[in-house]
């Protein structure tokens, strides 16, 4: 169902390239109206990219973790069928990835990536179900996390605020019309 | 190790331009023979409403509406009928759950009275309980193309299955 929305994401996505990082660049920051991103950009013959994203349309408390390789033939559209895994030292994460042209990406919880941060990592290796795809360094992550972080909050808190007026301007409408109903004390 | 999030359709928006988070107008597509008609909201559930045309449907309309706030999950008992409806038209299907989603097929006749009624605030109700109310500024002329992309579909179907002509001149 709703392959067609899909597509019409992607077609969106064409015009992300010019607030996406490009070429070597350190970790830095996008706010933009509604939409958080964190990226860094490698001098690699691949011109990698690292790229967070937290925008209305990755679930609430989730991150899109993108990367990216000019040389790497992956296609919109494809299957990956192995999961694909973020790992530094002891820290990992893991998530089914989806495909767009020269990208995958990863839903990954923010909490996740917070503690990621917190272990202030030095390295990534991440990998497609045995195969590694690509090791890169991320000095400097954890130095320009807090500057991502209040976009984050700021972006809740738009979130919250736009809830109450939808709230206000429809009160008849329930946020989720399929919650369980909480019974009444002494029923 | 954590099994994490399974990655969805709404990743593949990497750094979509804000502008675009705001409004997505109605759009129609035909993918592989299937028609699609849909709008996503810039509401914090990320309503959409989609409409779905295929040859399996049978001269129905798969409806639509999903919304990420929604506890509703695939294989969930849900009264219907579910309702798409105004002060002064309705359509109605009986309704089957998904994922944040519920939805039902509906005639094809009874959707077309209801966009040349040209609706503006459209309530989705399933049985007499109110899901949403939305605006839907734009979706009777967006509706055309939609329309144009069933007739195309009918039509080809048709030339499909009707018998080969004979030669009015051969042996």
């Given at each position: 169902m709703f392959t067609f929305l899909l597509a019409s994401a992607l077609v969106a996505s064409a015009a992300s390239a010019q607030t996406a990082p490009t070429g070597a660049r350190e970790w830095h920051e996008h706010d933009t109206s509604g939409q958080c991103m964190y990226g860094h950009g490698y001098a690699d013959s691949g011109r990698t990219e690292i790229v967070l994203i937290q925008n209305r349309?990755?679930?609430?408390?989730?991150?899109?973790?993108g990367l990216k390789n000019d040389n790497w033939s992956v296609k919109a559209g494809?299957?990956?069928?192995e999961p694909v895994m973020v790992r530094s030292g002891a820290f990992s994460m893991i998530g089914n990835a989806l495909a767009m042209d020269h990208r995958l990406f990863v839903i990954v919880p923010t909490e996740e990536v917070r503690k990621f941060a917190a272990s202030i990592p030095s390295e990534v290796v991440v990998s497609k179900g045995n195969q590694v795809l690509t090791r890169l360094s991320v000095s400097g992550f954890s130095a320009g996390w807090a500057g991502f972080t209040r976009c984050l909050a700021n972006a809740d808190a738009e979130r919250a605020r736009q809830r109450t007026q939808e709230q206000q301007a429809n009160?008849?409408?329930?946020?989720?019309?399929?919650?369980p109903v909480p019974t009444q004390p002494g029923a | 190790m954590k099994v994490l999030y399974t990655a969805t359709?709404?990743?593949?928006?990497?750094?979509?331009?804000a502008k675009a988070q705001s409004a997505m107008p109605w759009k129609a597509t035909e993918v592989n023979g299937q028609c699609n008609y849909m709008k996503m909201f810039a509401d914090t559930g990320l309503t959409t409403v989609g409409f779905q045309s295929n040859a399996a449907l049978d001269g129905k309309v798969f409806t639509a509406i999903t919304n990420r706030n929604w506890s509703v999950a695939a294989g969930d008992q849900i009264i219907g009928p579910l309702m798409i409806q105004t002060d002064t038209v309705s359509a109605e299907g009986v309704p089957v759950a998904g994922a944040h989603l519920v939805g039902a097929a509906i005639p094809v006749d009874m959707l077309t009275r209801f966009v040349k009624a040209d609706p503006r605030t459209v309530e989705f109700r399933l049985g007499s309980k109110l899901l949403a109310r939305l605006d839907f500024i734009g979706f009777k002329s967006g509706w055309t193309a939609f329309a144009a992309c069933m007739a195309k579909s009918t039509t080809a179907g048709a030339e499909q299955t009707s018998p080969p002509k004979a030669k009015p001149f051969g042996n």
């Open positions: 349309l990755v679930p609430p408390g989730h991150l899109a973790w494809d299957v990956i069928g009160p008849d409408v329930p946020v989720d019309p399929f919650a | 359709m709404l990743v593949a928006l990497s750094g979509i331009p």
